[in-house]
């Protein structure tokens, strides 16, 4: 079983739309988590990381729910800049982050 | 703030050439990381280091893969002889690891094609 698995979509949404989707994880010890976002041909970027009470980035939403080891993301009002793919990133351990295949999302105008 | 710097940022080379990958994290974090990422296989942590120290290069594939870091500000990712198979992009990342739930920054890449 893989330390974290996806969704891989894709996900495609209108403009203005809400898209959610999830992610769980495998190790129930992970103490932290991250949603990074990956545009083609280009580096992870951290987007937000993930926090037990859940927190909210502007239109980005995330949550924890430690019980049923998954964690969500939330995209509200859609931009066409939100394109990309999402990597919901686990750390099992200390120092090393495991990442999962990624959730692609495509807005369309 | 300078970020995670990489170089070169495309390589192209015959099978069988040494490649060396170079990387600078940004300064003052102490953790960092090298990951190759590929399409079938996804973003796969190579090796890592912590304060110069190699700590854990299980995810390196096999002995023709090697990786230095001899001060805190540079770091090398060495492949000898290299294969088509070899062919992917390779990031490094940074962080300060003060406390373990602290993200990681890329570098922007390098793309490498063994012909």
């Known amino acids: 079983r893989k330390e974290v698995e996806q969704d891989p979509g894709p996900f495609n949404v209108p403009e203005g739309a809400t898209v959610a989707f999830n992610c769980t994880y495998s190790?129930?010890?992970?103490?932290?988590f991250f949603w990074y976002r990956q545009d083609c041909r280009k580096e992870p970027k951290l987007l937000m990381s993930v926090y037990s009470s859940g927190n909210e980035d502007g239109r980005f939403t995330a949550q924890l729910n430690r019980a049923s080891q998954y964690i969500s993301l939330l995209i509200r009002d859609s931009k066409l800049s939100d394109s990309a793919t999402y990597l919901c990133?686990?750390?099992?351990?200390?120092?090393?982050?495991?990442f999962g295949a990624g959730t692609t999302v495509t807005v369309r105008a | 703030d300078a970020g995670v710097i990489q170089s070169p940022r495309h390589e192209v080379t015959e099978m069988g050439q040494e490649v060396t990958l170079r990387c600078k994290p940004i300064?003052?974090?102490?953790?960092l990381f090298w990951y190759r990422q590929t399409m079938m296989r996804g973003l796969e942590l190579l090796i890592y280091?912590?304060?110069?120290?190699?700590?854990?290069d299980s995810g390196m594939p096999e002995d023709r893969f090697s990786a230095k870091m001899p001060n805190a500000s540079f770091s090398t990712l060495k492949i000898q002889p290299s294969e088509p198979r070899d062919s992917a992009v390779y990031f490094c990342a940074s962080s300060f690891q003060a406390y373990s739930n602290q993200p990681q920054h890329f570098g922007d890449g390098t793309r490498l094609s063994i012909l």
């Open positions: 990133v686990v750390n099992p351990n200390d120092y090393k982050l495991s």
């Open positions: 300064s003052g974090h102490d953790y």
């Open positions: 280091f912590n304060n110069n120290v190699p700590i854990d």
């Open positions: 190790n129930s010890a992970s103490q932290s």
